[in-house]
């Protein structure tokens, strides 16, 4: 059966820091991949989607970044966290091809101070 | 901006009662799915109606579809508190998924 795994669960970063949130999924193979940020009380917010490795597709400019340096492998990036940066952060897959189900991660809390 | 509305933004019902949450939607569809979400958790997948399908049912889940008017509906009967969560819908485009503004379910026991 498929899993899918992200951590850190909860994240304390002060206002400038780095940020790298990991997210990992086994028991399929070429999935595609999303990260979503949910505000407190509000819905998901697409913020990258990769259908492939090295293939990544913004949805939102700002500060953070994607990568899929594997194919089971996706990894949320900032140089500098900015206050606006806090939220609830998910990961999810779905089989390619024609969209039906959607499976997310137990998803990443982060506070920026 | 999120293609699909939902209403209403919560709701508060007794334990025993009937819950009704509808989604609306702006483009055409291949499918539309409904998720749960519990504070704190990530979403779960409930269940999923094709755009040639008018009605679908699981376990206590009852959902339609209407493709003329571009709307769904999730019943969710004999709630219980255990059902306490929000609820969304989605629709999926070619390699994304357009997630609605979500319905927080309250049952009170």
């Known amino acids: 059966s498929q899993t899918i795994h992200q951590w850190p669960a909860t994240l304390v970063q002060p206002v400038g820091s780095p940020l790298s949130l990991e997210c990992t999924v086994e028991?399929?193979?070429?999935?595609?991949l999303y990260w979503y940020r949910q505000a407190a009380g509000r819905g998901l917010q697409l913020l990258f989607y990769?259908?492939?490795?090295?293939?990544i597709s913004s949805e939102v400019p700002q500060n953070l970044s994607a990568s899929r340096p594997q194919d089971r492998q996706f990894i949320l990036s900032s140089k500098k966290l900015l206050l606006s940066d806090s939220g609830f952060y998910l990961c999810?897959?779905?089989?390619?091809?024609?969209?039906?189900?959607?499976?997310f991660g137990p998803g990443t809390r982060l506070l920026v101070l | 901006s999120q293609q699909g509305e939902e209403d209403p933004q919560a709701l508060s019902i007794q334990e025993g009662e009937n819950a009704t949450m509808n989604c609306s939607y702006k483009t055409s569809i291949n499918n539309l799915q409904w998720y749960r979400q519990n504070s704190g958790r990530g979403l779960v997948h409930l269940i999923l109606i094709r755009s040639n399908e008018r009605e679908k049912h699981s376990g206590r889940l009852r959902v339609t579809l209407d493709t003329s008017k571009k709307s769904s509906s999730l019943l969710i009967t004999a709630s219980r508190a255990a059902d306490t969560a929000s609820y969304f819908c989605?629709?999926?485009?070619?390699?994304?998924?357009?997630f609605g503004t979500g319905t927080r379910l309250k049952v009170l026991a």
């Open positions: 028991g399929t193979s070429n999935p595609n």
């Open positions: 999810a897959w779905s089989v390619s091809g024609v969209l039906e189900t959607q499976y």
């Open positions: 990769s259908v492939g490795i090295g293939q």
């Open positions: 989605a629709t999926s485009g070619t390699y994304k998924y357009i």
